[in-house]
């Protein structure tokens, strides 16, 4: 069992930058891929970012390519998203969730793909 919870959400104003926290516990942190999935108001829950469990791959949605980075420390069980520029449409309650996964594994950006998941922090950016 992983428990993952995040942190770091707020209001913000367009172009202004916000960094979400997923402190991870129960399993050992460096075995697992990592995810950042953001769910608007009657909207799916669509992916951000994923890191591989070295943190050596991460692969990004295009509507955040080039503003968002999703770095982790293992040393601190902890995944973070940094998002810079935001833009209105990056409001959503944002997501982080864990999959197990080998040295090699795949990392997929499927909602499917993940087993555990938090219970999410809400990002808000005003025009």
């Known amino acids: 069992q992983v428990q993952l919870v995040e942190s770091g959400g707020g209001l913000v104003q367009a172009g202004g930058s916000l960094r979400l926290s997923c402190a991870a516990s129960g399993r050992t942190f460096s075995w697992l891929a990592m995810g950042w999935f953001r769910q608007a108001p009657g909207k799916e829950r669509e992916f951000v970012a994923a890191?591989?469990?070295?943190?050596?791959?991460?692969y990004y949605a295009d509507s955040v390519k080039g503003r968002f980075t999703i770095p982790r420390d293992n040393a601190k069980n902890t995944v973070y998203l940094q998002m810079n520029s935001l833009k209105p449409q990056d409001t959503a309650k944002y997501f982080c969730?864990?999959?197990?996964?080998?040295?090699?594994?795949?990392?997929?950006?499927?909602?499917?793909?993940?087993?555990?998941w938090g219970q999410g922090t809400q990002v808000t950016v005003s025009s």
């Open positions: 890191i591989r469990r070295s943190g050596l791959s991460q």
């Open positions: 969730a864990s999959k197990e996964t080998t040295a090699g594994g795949t990392v997929l950006t499927t909602r499917g793909f993940y087993d555990y």
